[in-house]
């Protein structure tokens, strides 16, 4: 069974609740330490320069996806990530 992470819904109406996303979050991707190297990974993407004139440099986000795979995150978690 595939795992998925969803906002939390502010009691309030209209929105989501950040604080209880945040720890829905940390829960699903295993702990705080996990989610801290989420963002340090995130904060470490830096997109490199073009090859050429024509080619597009790669985006921060594609470098964040292929460094965190690499650190050992499913797609699953490394999309919750960015939905955050």
Do not use: C, Y
Not at 2 to 20: I, L, M, Q
Not at 33 to 62: C, M, T, Y
Request: charge should be positive; avoid cysteine; glycine fraction near 10%.
């Amino acid at each position: 069974m595939k795992r998925k992470f969803k906002p939390v819904p502010s009691p309030f109406g209209g929105g989501v609740d950040e604080k209880a996303t945040h720890e829905a979050f940390v829960a699903f991707v295993g702990g705080i330490g996990r989610a801290d190297r989420l963002q340090k990974i995130w904060n470490n993407s830096h997109p490199g320069i073009r090859v050429s004139a024509f080619a597009k440099p790669e985006a921060k986000s594609d470098v964040f996806r292929r460094k965190a795979r690499k650190d050992g995150f499913t797609d699953t978690e490394i999309d919750a990530f960015l939905s955050l």
